[in-house]
C-alpha cells in the first residue's frame, strides 16, 4: 500500500470494487528487473495486466513485450514501439493470426512442436519475410515453484533439436530456445536445471551446424503474498552465475518474461464487506461476504492457491477466523474455507477492505458480468 | 444439435468460438417444467444465460425470474413482466441494492440470517412498502448431486425460524423457505428429505404463530452431458409425492428455480481446433488445443467436473484418447487431462468441433478478454 494509492482512495467517490495500480510502483520493478539482469532484455508479459497506462510506461522505460494473441499485439503497438520489440509467445496460434503479426512486422515467435513450425513456415513464404525466428519451447521440471505448470506447453527436451531443424529446413531462423520454470519460482536453482538442457540443446544443434542464438527464461519472478520472497537481484545474480557456469564466454542472447513479477505488487482492490453470518449457533467461523469474489477478479484463489494479504480498518483489533467469499449466486464463490482467514472481530458490514498484490491477473481474469455483476474497474495512478 | 442449430452454422460465416441457442429447445424446456410440476411457479435462474431473447421468451410464456443482483432485476423488467415475477434470490446484497430492488417494485427476497433481515426491514421500513415478503434458505445435505453444493448459502436449519421470527418482528412478511438440492442432482429422495426439514420448520413457527406460506424448490433439475438423466416428469412426480407426504391436504405455494434445466441443452459451442501436438516421440496421448478453453466460456470443465459431449466432423473414424485444452497462454487453461478425451485420429488443425449442452453457465462465465481473445460470442436462434 502506497501512500499514492492510499490518497487516491481517501478521495474516491464511487462505488463499487475497483483495483488501483500505482505506476511509480511498476516502474520501480522495471528498473529491478533491468538492474539485476543487466545483459537481458524485458519481454513484459502483457497477459497479466494489458493496462495501457502500464504498457506506455514500461515501452517508455525500454520494455520489449511478450504477446498471447493478434490482440495483445496491436496493444502493445498502441504505444508506439516498433516490432522487433513484440514477441508471439503463444505456442498456441491460428495460421491466420501468424498471418496478420508477420504484416505487422513482428518476427519473433514460440513453437513447440513440428505443425506450429509449418504454419509459421507458410506463413512467412506467402508474405515473403526472410528474418522470421523461432525459439522452441521444452518442457521444464518446475520443482520449488508454488505453482507447478501443467504440460500444456513445451515439448521433451530431446524432441526440441528436431522441431528447430524443422524451423531451419523451412527457411525459418532456429533462433533459440525457451522454458519456464513454473510460476511464483523461489527455487533459485531451477534456473540452473533448465539453462543445463538449454546448453545441451544449444551443443546438440551446433554439432548439426544450426548455431542457436537466445535463450528465453520465460517468468516465474514472485510476487510478495504474505511470505516473503528472494529479491530480484537475488535471482540475477544466480541466473547470471548458471549462464556463465553453462554457456562459458558465449553467453547466448537472453530474454525474461515477467508479469506477475512487474505487476503484481503494484496494485490493490478496493473492496466492501456485504455480510456476515453465521451458519448456525455453535459456528466458530463466521462467514465474510465481500463485493467482489472469484468471478470478478480473485480466480486464482482458486484452490485457495494465492494467500493476499487484507487490511481491514480495523487491524490491531483482536481477529478470528473467517470463511472468506464473493457475493455472487454461485456456491463455487468462495476464497478461502479450508483455510480461514484471521480477520478482526470488529469488522462489520459497509467496512472497507483492501486485498493487497492484486495488480497481476485480477481485472483480465474477471468475467464479463457474471450475475451482473460489472467486471473488476480498474485505475492507474 | 438440432436441425435448425445445423442449418445456422453451415451458413456462418464469420470467424472464431460461437454459442448458438435454439429458442425452440428453451421453450420445450419450460412447457416440460410446466407440465411435471403444473402448480409450481417457475422463476428462471437468470445468472444461468441472461439473453434477451431468452429472457424475452420465457417472459411470454409465463415465466417468473430469479435475480441474483439489480442488473439482473432489471433485465427482467426489460421484458414487460411485472415486478411481482421477479424474486432477489440472492442471500448477500448490499443494502442499496435491497432499496434499488424495493424501488422498482420487487416483495420477494431471499435470507439466510438475521443481519440480511434487518437490511431489507430497514429500507422497507424507510420505503414504506408494506408486503415485502422474505424467504429463509436453510442448508440441505446435497446427497445424490454431482456438484453437492458449498454450505456458502442458507444457515441450519435449527436457525430458520429464528431468521424467519426476526423478519416477523420487523413488519416483513415471513413467507417462506427455500433451500437447493445440489446441482445436476439425480436423486429425487433429495426433495423428500429437504421437504421434511421444510415441513418441520412450518410447524415450528405455526406454534409461534407464524404462518409460512411458501416452499422454494430451488433448482438443481440436470442437463444430459454424457449420462442420461430422469425426464422432468420423473422429477415432478417424486416432488409432487414428497409434498403431500409431508403436507398433506395443505400444499404451500411451492416455486423452483431451473437454470441449466431450461437452457443447458438449448446451447452448443462451435470451435475450431487451432493445434495438434504431441510432447515427445513416446506419448500415447495427442494434446489438442481449440480456439475456446476454460476463461472462455468453458469454466466448468474445472477440476474436468463436467464432461461436455463433443462432436467432429471426422465421427465415426478410429479415436484416441486426448488432452484437450485452451488456447492462452495459461497453464491452467486445459479442461480435460486427467481423464482424457477420446477423439478421431483423423482430427486435423482447422476442423470444427461442436461441443454440446452448452446453453447454461457459458457466456457468463467467459472472460472480459483474457489473453486478448475476445469473451464468448453467443446468438439465439
Chains 1, 2 share one sequence.
Not at 292 to 309: Q, S, V
Request: charged share 25%; aromatic share 8%; proline share 4%.
Amino acid at each position: 500500500m502506497t501512500d499514492r494509492i492510499r490518497e487516491f482512495l481517501r478521495n474516491r467517490r464511487d462505488d463499487g470494487p475497483i483495483m488501483v495500480v500505482d505506476l511509480e510502483v511498476v516502474a520501480a520493478n522495471f528498473a529491478k528487473f533491468a538492474r539485476a539482469l543487466p545483459d537481458t532484455r524485458v519481454f513484459y508479459a502483457v497477459k497479466a495486466n494489458p493496462a495501457p497506462e502500464i504498457l506506455n510506461l514500461l515501452a517508455e522505460m525500454g520494455s520489449c513485450f511478450d504477446c498471447a494473441s493478434v490482440v495483445e499485439i496491436e496493444q502493445a503497438l498502441a504505444t508506439g514501439v516498433s516490432a522487433d520489440r513484440i514477441s508471439f509467445g503463444n505456442t498456441i496460434k491460428k495460421e491466420k493470426d501468424i498471418a496478420r503479426a508477420l504484416q505487422y512486422g513482428v518476427r519473433l515467435f514460440a513453437v513447440d512442436c513440428e505443425p506450429e513450425v509449418e504454419k509459421i513456415g507458410r506463413q512467412a513464404e506467402i508474405i515473403g519475410a526472410k528474418d522470421v525466428k523461432v525459439f522452441c519451447r521444452f518442457l521444464q521440471d518446475c520443482e520449488g515453484a508454488e505453482w507447478p505448470l501443467s504440460r500444456k506447453f513445451g515439448c521433451a527436451a530431446e524432441m526440441a533439436p528436431r522441431v528447430l531443424e524443422h524451423a531451419h529446413r523451412l527457411g525459418l531462423q532456429a533462433y533459440g530456445l525457451s522454458f519456464h520454470v513454473g510460476s511464483q519460482q523461489t527455487n533459485m536453482g531451477a534456473w540452473d536445471q533448465a539453462l543445463t538442457t538449454a546448453s545441451s540443446i544449444f551443443a546438440t544443434l551446433a554439432e548439426r551446424g544450426i548455431e542457436l542464438k537466445m535463450v528465453n527464461m520465460g517468468g516465474g519472478f514472485p510476487t510478495k503474498y504474505l511470505k516473503d520472497v528472494p529479491a530480484a537481484e537475488a535471482y540475477g545474480a544466480a541466473i547470471f552465475e548458471a549462464l556463465t557456469k553453462h554457456f562459458g564466454n558465449r553467453l547466448p542472447e537472453t530474454i525474461i518474461e515477467p508479469g506477475r513479477g512487474m505487476v503484481g505488487n503494484a496494485g490493490i482492490i478496493e473492496s466492501e464487506v456485504v455480510l456476515i453470518s453465521k451458519k448456525s449457533d455453535e459456528d466458530e467461523v463466521r462467514w465474510v461476504y465481500l463485493d467482489i469474489g472469484k468471478f470478478h477478479g480473485l480466480a486464482e484463489t482458486m484452490d485457495e492457491a494465492i494467500r493476499y494479504p487484507i487490511r481491514t480498518e480495523r487491524d490491531g483489533d483482536e481477529t478470528a477466523p473467517c470463511v472468506l467469499a464473493g457475493p455472487t449466486c454461485d456456491s463455487v464463490d468462495v476464497m478461502y474455507e479450508k483455510k480461514p482467514y484471521d480477520l478482526p472481530v470488529s469488522l462489520s458490514i459497509g467496512d472497507k477492505v483492501l486485498i493487497e498484490a492484486t495488480g497481476a491477473y485480477t481485472t483480465t481474469y474477471s468475467t464479463v458480468g457474471f450475475n451482473g455483476f460489472a467486471p473488476l474497474a480498474s485505475v492507474c495512478i
